[in-house]
């Protein structure tokens, strides 16, 4: 069971930026495709952006093309998500998530295709 910790949430002003990081335990996660995901008050959970093992493959829900950055650092057993130009809808709890199969260069877009996960931070969205 690998342990993922999220990090770099809270909160920004409408156009600003911020970036979130998910450290993750053990010794095989260059082998796993990461996910980060949202889920707002009263919403479903979110695919926002997610990235293949060697980062080379990337996913983007359309609302935050262009807007935010997935990378990773294998070195680091670190997955980022860079928010660039906050909107108001962006505001929800951010969870970062592993594939629950290794060794896929493309990263699945099901939430089912993930099965462990981070505790979540927060980011708010000030007007």
């Known amino acids: 069971q690998v342990q993922l910790v999220e990090s770099g949430g809270g909160l920004v002003q409408a156009g600003g930026s911020l970036r979130l990081s998910c450290a993750a335990s053990?010794?095989?996660?260059?082998?796993?495709?990461m996910g980060w995901f949202r889920q707002a008050p009263g919403k479903e959970r979110e695919l926002v952006a997610a990235i293949g093992t060697s980062g080379g493959r990337t996913y983007y829900v359309d609302s935050v093309k262009g807007r935010f950055t997935i990378s990773r650092d294998n070195a680091k057993n670190t997955v980022y998500l860079q928010m660039n130009s906050r909107k108001p809808e962006d505001p929800a709890v951010y969870y970062c998530?592993?594939?629950?199969?290794?060794?896929?260069?493309?990263?699945?877009?099901?939430?089912?295709?993930?099965?462990?996960w981070g505790q979540g931070t927060q980011v708010t969205v000030s007007s």
């Open positions: 053990g010794r095989t996660f260059t082998n796993y495709a």
């Open positions: 998530a592993r594939d629950a199969r290794s060794f896929r260069g493309a990263p699945p877009t099901t939430l089912t295709s993930y099965d462990d």
